[in-house]
């Protein structure tokens, strides 16, 4: 499409002017009235007017006008629009704010990554990142593993790394899992920056920590006190509750803390933590986590377990706005004597709307008894879209015969249904996926910008494939396009890959991989062991599974280590020595 756009902007004619320099004419599509530039943009899809926006001024500066752009935003993605403009800042064109999501999207949705990393998350050297030590050890900053009491850096096989977190670019990590859980690493792929954490004046105490991590907040909070770290400040903040804390959640600089008996503290960065009340939302009760279920097919899951108030068996979460200060959102699932899922609305501290998904919107996905076992958010796009509830089918055919849906997504082997809801929006979406062995209980897999990115860990090939959501129809065969294909080879850069396609072997074309967007090999070739096909061992290590991601970074985590694929800039090369590294390679 963007030759072709290329094309249609190549100039019919150049004139001169009276100094006699040469002036380019406009293009044809330039010169057409306004009118037809919205006629043309009616047949476009989303990638189309992204390439369209790289090719010519002229076109940007009318497709980007405020007649046009938002209403593309809430045709393609909605609750973008409403993200824009609350994201702009003071005199920021939103047009030209709008072309940049509308870039880092289709980047995503391409599976065309910059650059890669296969990383083994460990202690022993320093080699990728460096470490910070900005934050001085009073307050937690931990400048030499050797300050860590417990922690054995010389012996590497007797660590137990664990993946925690992932939120904008950073990674957050337990070197020590079980033994030391108030010790946290967070690794910055943007800045190959590496900090670390230890919970300050922590006597002997070894279990019970909470942590969460946000964009620019790392949070760990034992028994009423939680301590903060801004990760892009390096300072460090402390605050205290009449309660333990039970749970925490955090956007930007704010976070809410959820205490014992339900209470809800909101507390900014560096302020005073302030009590919301919760009335109208639920009855406050002891807070307990709504217990992890596993990829059983027909039991509603998420890959995190909520919180449960153990008397009246509701499930509750919460979600903080990105955009708008003190504004944050209660979600509750009640099972009787109706099942209801609701979202309140909270604007400086009080209710300001509901919104609720009664039973009947879905209705031909929930067969009795399968009920929704847990409530976790997830974000599933960069403009307020989050995911409540996930569900997973081996068939449908299994589960129903009348079911009402169509009989082409009743023939798909897998199938999972997710309850979204946007914030700027404030509606809710039930999409549905068929990937294959979804079910399997070593599948992984992320939704994203209205795609799910799916991995079955136990399989020899292990291909990441992005699949689009269903629409009641079957996939068609396209001898014309194929699947884009991604593999990883080194790029002599400091231990990162680079991109590369590669064709499918004849074995390897079949039906799953027939509309998916782009398939990601997350070994590389050279890496990549024989497969027996006697071998009843999967080929992974076991441990903890999880794909994550945003626009910028998609991180398949398994065991002890992560492939990370960076979608915008290449992750950067670290400089070594003060740069001398770096002079030597250029002078040579």
């Not at 919205?38 to 980007?64: E, K, N, Q």
């Not at 960069?382 to 589960?399: E, K, N, R, V, W």
């Not at 009641?472 to 590369?500: A, I």
């Not at 398939?519 to 027996?532: G, K």
């Amino acid at each position: 499409m963007k030759s072709l756009l290329t094309q249609l902007r190549h100039p019919t004619n150049t004139r001169s002017t009276s100094s006699g320099l040469k002036t380019t004419a406009l293009d044809i599509v330039s010169r057409l009235p306004f009118e037809l530039h919205v006629l043309i943009l009616r047949h476009l899809g989303p990638s189309d007017v992204d390439a369209g926006l790289s090719v010519c001024r002229s076109w940007r500066r009318v497709w980007l006008s405020e007649e046009i752009w938002p209403k593309l935003a809430r045709q393609w993605y909605p609750g973008l629009e409403e993200h824009v403009r609350m994201s702009a800042a003071s005199g920021q064109d939103s047009g030209d704010s709008f072309r940049k999501v509308l870039h880092k999207i289709q980047r995503r949705k391409s599976g065309k990554f910059s650059s890669a990393l296969h990383y083994d998350m460990c202690v022993e050297s320093d080699q990728f990142f460096t470490m910070s030590k900005s934050l001085p050890v009073s307050e937690g900053g931990v400048h030499s593993y050797n300050d860590v009491d417990g922690l054995e850096p010389g012996s590497f096989g007797k660590h137990y790394p664990r993946f925690m977190i992932y939120n904008n670019g950073r990674v957050a990590w337990w070197p020590e899992a079980y033994v030391l859980p108030f010790f946290a690493i967070v690794d910055d792929l943007r800045t190959r920056k590496r900090r670390a954490y230890l919970f300050p004046n922590r006597q002997a105490e070894s279990h019970g920590f909470r942590t969460a991590m946000g964009d620019k907040i790392f949070i760990m909070a034992r028994g009423r006190t939680l301590h903060a770290w801004h990760l892009e400040l390096d300072l460090h903040r402390t605050t205290g509750v009449p309660e333990d804390i039970v749970r925490c959640v955090t956007e930007g600089e704010t976070s809410l803390i959820i205490t014992k008996y339900a209470d809800i503290f909101l507390w900014r960065f560096g302020q005073k933590p302030r009590h919301i009340n919760a009335t109208g939302c639920y009855e406050k009760g002891l807070l307990g986590t709504a217990q992890l279920h596993e990829f059983i097919p027909g039991h509603y899951i998420s890959h995190n377990p909520g919180s449960r108030l153990l008397n009246s068996g509701i499930l509750l979460d919460f979600i903080i706005s990105p955009t708008e200060e003190s504004v944050f959102f209660i979600i509750t699932y009640t099972s009787t004597p109706v099942r209801e899922l609701r979202v309140d609305e909270i604007r400086d501290g009080q209710r300001v709307k509901s919104y609720t998904l009664e039973r009947s919107k879905w209705m031909d996905l929930v067969i009795e008894p399968v009920d929704f076992t847990n409530l976790r958010w997830e974000k599933v796009d960069s403009h307020g879209g989050y995911c409540l509830m996930q569900a997973i089918f081996q068939t449908l055919q299994d589960i129903t015969p009348t079911t009402t849906r169509g009989s082409s997504c009743r023939s798909r082997r897998g199938n999972l249904v997710s309850v979204c809801f946007n914030i700027h929006s404030k509606a809710f979406t039930i999409p549905h996926y068929h990937p294959k062995d979804i079910h399997s209980h070593q599948s992984v897999y992320q939704i994203w910008n209205n795609r799910l990115c799916a991995i079955d860990t136990s399989s020899p090939r292990g291909f990441v494939l992005s699949h689009q959501p269903c629409n009641g129809n079957p996939p068609r065969r396209d001898d014309s396009r194929s699947t884009p294909f991604y593999t990883t080879v080194p790029s002599k850069r400091n231990g990162l890959m680079r991109r590369q396609r590669e064709p499918f072997e004849e074995d390897e074309a079949d039906l799953e991989l027939i509309g998916a967007d782009f398939a990601l090999d997350p070994c590389p070739q050279s890496h990549r062991p024989p497969v027996d096909s006697t071998s009843v061992d999967p080929p992974w290590t076991p441990g903890i599974r999880k794909l994550v991601g945003d626009d910028d970074f998609m991180l398949l985590v398994v065991g002890e280590s992560y492939t990370a694929w960076s979608f915008g800039n290449e992750i950067p090369r670290k400089i070594a020595d003060g740069g001398r590294s770096l002079w030597r390679n250029l002078i040579r």
